[in-house]
């Protein structure tokens, strides 16, 4: 079984999305630090001129180190009708926008008072638009105790993974003797990112890479799926 982990993330990228379709299981890992300025909650957006920020307020002033599990929204700010408003401005011309806005629209009228809530909520609409069916599981239900690679490890024993599939960035953290001392296989994701048909983007020359994956559903529809699966093979990434 290979398995992969991530924080639940904001509308993720692809790439994202990507690693789910090569794993036989995935872990969203939910019971760690939450860190500001990444893209729990944040991603980006294709305009006309470039890409802006979709960000999320959260309470976290003063309140020292959070749980992801814990992060609350600030609904004192109008975010979410920001959001319905550049998503409509930027996209309502894509030819698929009006296939999945009304999701958006819907999810936008909700107050969700924590993060991790309206993060999966949105992840699991694409999985379930992507047809994608890897089993997803919760980090914080697996009562792991340990950290950093050691809290991997567990993760990967507690679902009998005999492999771990990592984002390219775990080279620099991750300690790979461990996982051998413990027979479990360490593989890399190596990502080629495709081009698809974008706004605003002119025989590809100007093609905006590392946007939100409603760039790609809103703009391409369906063949979504196909495009994210374009040469792939989950033994490419074994080492």
């Known amino acids: 079984m290979i398995l992969s982990v991530h924080q639940p993330q904001y509308i993720p990228w692809i790439g994202y999305f990507d690693k789910i379709i090569k794993s036989d299981g995935f872990v969203f890992l939910d019971h760690v630090q939450y860190k500001a300025r990444e ?56 030819d698929f926008f009006k296939d999945y806005f009304p999701f958006f629209e819907s999810t936008y009228s909700v107050k969700w008072e924590r993060l991790i809530e309206l993060n999966i909520h949105i992840i699991n609409f694409i999985l379930k638009n992507l047809s994608i069916p890897t089993p997803i599981f919760f980090e914080s239900k697996l009562n792991i105790s340990t950290a950093k690679t050691d809290r991997i490890i567990d993760i990967c024993k507690k679902l009998k993974a005999d492999t771990y599939f990592s984002g390219i960035g775990g080279k620099d953290y991750l300690e790979a003797e461990k996982f051998t001392r413990e027979n479990i296989g360490l593989t890399y994701q190596h990502f080629t990112h495709p081009l698809y048909k974008q706004q605003f983007c002119k025989n590809g020359t100007d093609f905006l890479p590392y946007m939100s994956i409603l760039d790609l559903i809103f703009n391409e529809g369906p063949k979504s799926r196909e495009i994210l699966s374009v040469s792939f093979n989950k033994e490419e990434n074994r080492l």
């Open 39 to 94: 893209f729990q909650n944040r991603n980006k957006i294709r305009t006309k001129t470039g890409f802006i920020w979709l960000t999320v307020p959260v309470n976290s002033k003063g309140l020292g180190r959070q749980l992801i599990c814990d992060i609350e929204i600030d609904n004192s700010l109008p975010w979410a009708r920001q959001h319905l408003l550049s998503l409509k401005s930027w996209y309502s011309h894509a």
